[in-house]
């Protein structure tokens, strides 16, 4: 699976994954919400945080009994950085013409 096959939403979770030193699903969830101006419900949340933990771009940890914490992998971190590459050929590209 490549990062072309994730939801915008499912890149964001990485991305704020990747800024965080192992957030808990609540703080990854308040982060989202603040910039993106809208309530994430549970049901949306934890299913895609489970998708970047079966496609290996997320670890997923305890805490305690009732908080996890996720933190992005070396394949996770590839990705992105390929991703990005990606991104920016495309924005020079626009900005030269």
């Known amino acids: ?3 072309f ?8 979770l990485l991305t704020v994954i990747a800024g965080h030193d192992q957030p808990s699903g ?6 989202l919400e603040e910039n993106l ?3 994430i419900n549970h049901g949306r949340l934890y299913p895609n945080l489970d998708t970047l ?3 290996d771009y ?12 996720y933190q ?5 971190r590839t990705a992105l ?8 050929q495309y924005l020079r590209e626009t900005a030269l013409a």
């Open 1 to 3: 699976m490549t990062l």
């Open 5 to 12: 096959d994730l939801s915008g939403f499912q890149r964001d």
């Open 26 to 31: 609540q703080q990854i969830k308040t982060a």
């Open 37 to 39: 101006d809208e309530e």
């Open 53 to 55: 933990v079966n496609t």
């Open 58 to 69: 997320v670890e997923k940890g305890q805490i305690d009994r009732r908080t996890n914490f």
């Open 72 to 76: 992005i992998t070396d394949e996770g």
């Open 81 to 88: 950085r390929e991703r990005r590459e990606w991104e920016a």
